[in-house]
């Protein structure tokens, strides 16, 4: 399956299989969404039938951040080692048994353990996944196919907060796992049988980046870190998590105790989040198209979540139409520089051979931040209320904006070596 060296990846040159395989990976991220977030999507409701805590119906999804977190940076380091295309099955079968599992033994104390090892499973899914479009794809195609994958992920989100309140209107919030975990088996195995026949078809001609890769591979992880000032953008996308994940999941709650709507209701209220994040991916990856810098253009969108969170604070008990409107700006804004950070860093260490571990350290970083938020927000707002919470989120984003601004200059040095 692998070896000490990584083998590369056969670059596609037909259009139409260049085509499917982004299909490919849009399909494995949009389901992954369905079959990671469906829980805290259905947290209000699994908590009012479960007669619990918030901060106890908070442990799983939590527990699935830091394992997500912790799996990213193994299965980076195994991405550049082992086939892609074994790790991206194994991840997606596995996370779909651990959905039919919550749904057949509705119990807090099976559904923690469950959702841990249900973030490890996902951690198997994006380090390959940008490993796969890093080396199949020539850059223009990869900057594209990033773009289609960020705009799955909403799909996902979308799909799963529709899907979250009719499913527990029509039969109890059960189903919203059921349905997920027949949808990631059959998507495992269409994507095992249609890789193996995909990659059959690519060329193994010697490529600038495969040159680049053999001369520039011996450079150390460390090194990487201090050349690309990767601590600063870790930090920074530590505080995206936070925010894009932390009001997603207590979204609901919090227009549910505030505004006095059903769980079912503020459920689906909270599908307008990923709808924006569409635009806001386009937004960002057209900012980047003329700003030539990853950092400053997260930069920029940080500085729009700030001001978004600030424009909430004063009104978030009173006006709840503008308070979902500054929501929707604030996380439309985290997924755009998901996209830049997440996604398009990455394949600058496509030189080095460091794609899916560089890939799985940084999107670590997001769930730490993700781990922390949504702990700590369902803490804050039980005993100090939603006026507390809403500040800290004036915190965190405007800490973003400084780490990115302080940082851009150094970046654009090696991201773009003359």
């Known amino acids: 399956m692998g070896g000490k060296k990584p083998a590369m990846i056969n670059r596609l040159t037909s259009g139409r299989k260049i085509r499917f395989l982004c299909f490919l990976c849009c399909l494995v991220y949009f389901v ?87 973030g490890f499973f996902q951690s198997m899914l994006w380090p390959p996944l940008v490993r796969v479009m890093a080396e199949a794809l020539d850059e223009n195609h990869y900057k594209k196919c990033c773009v289609q994958v960020s705009v799955a992920a909403s799909a996902g989100m979308i799909a799963v907060y529709v899907l979250a309140p009719v499913c527990i209107l ?33 060329t193994n001609t010697i490529s600038a980046l495969n040159v680049e890769m053999s001369r520039d591979s011996t450079i150390k992880l460390p090194a990487l870190f201090l050349q690309a000032s990767l601590i600063p953008i870790l930090l920074s996308i530590i505080l ?42 386009t937004i960002a990856s057209w900012l980047l198209q003329r700003l030539h810098n990853e950092l ?30 500054m929501m929707t700006l604030i996380t439309g804004c985290m997924y755009g520089i998901n996209l830049l950070l997440i996604s398009r860093v990455p394949r600058h260490f496509a030189r080095f051979g460091r794609v899916a571990t560089v890939s799985g350290i940084l999107n670590a970083s997001t769930y730490i931040g993700s781990s922390l938020s949504t702990y700590a927000f369902g803490a804050v707002s039980e005993h100090f209320g939603w006026f507390s919470t809403i500040f800290i989120w004036v915190l965190v984003a405007l800490g973003g904006t400084l780490l990115c601004f302080f940082t851009f200059r150094k970046w654009g040095r090696f991201s773009n070596p003359a």
């Not at 779909?96 to 841990?116: D, G, K, M």
């Not at 195995?189 to 078809?201: E, H, K, N, P, T």
């Open 32 to 118: 992954s969404y369905l079959t990671r977030l469906n829980y805290a999507a259905c947290l209000a409701e699994i908590q009012r039938s479960l007669g619990i805590s918030k901060s106890l119906a908070g442990l799983p999804v939590t527990g699935c951040f830091i394992t997500y977190g912790i799996g990213q940076l193994l299965c980076g380091f195994l991405g550049d080692r082992f086939h892609p295309r074994n790790m991206i099955f194994t991840g997606l079968a596995s996370t779909s048994v651990c959905n039919l599992l919550a749904a057949l033994f509705p119990r807090i104390e099976i559904i923690i353990p469950l959702w841990c090892l249900n």
């Open 170 to 202: 029509v039969s109890g919030w059960r189903l919203a796992f059921l349905i997920p975990a027949v949808s990631g088996l059959g998507t495992a195995f269409f994507w095992f049988v249609s890789f193996i026949r995909l990659a059959s078809g690519g």
């Open 240 to 281: 995206h998590g936070i925010l894009r994940d932390g009001i997603t999941t207590w979204m609901p709650a919090y227009i549910t105790e505030t505004f006095g709507l059903s769980t079912s209701l503020s459920i689906l209220t909270t599908a307008v989040l990923p709808v924006f994040s569409i635009f806001s991916i």
């Open 296 to 325: 400053f253009t997260a930069g920029i969108l940080f500085g729009a979540g700030t001001l978004s969170s600030l424009l909430l604070l004063p009104f978030y008990n009173s006006m709840p139409v503008f308070s979902i409107t």
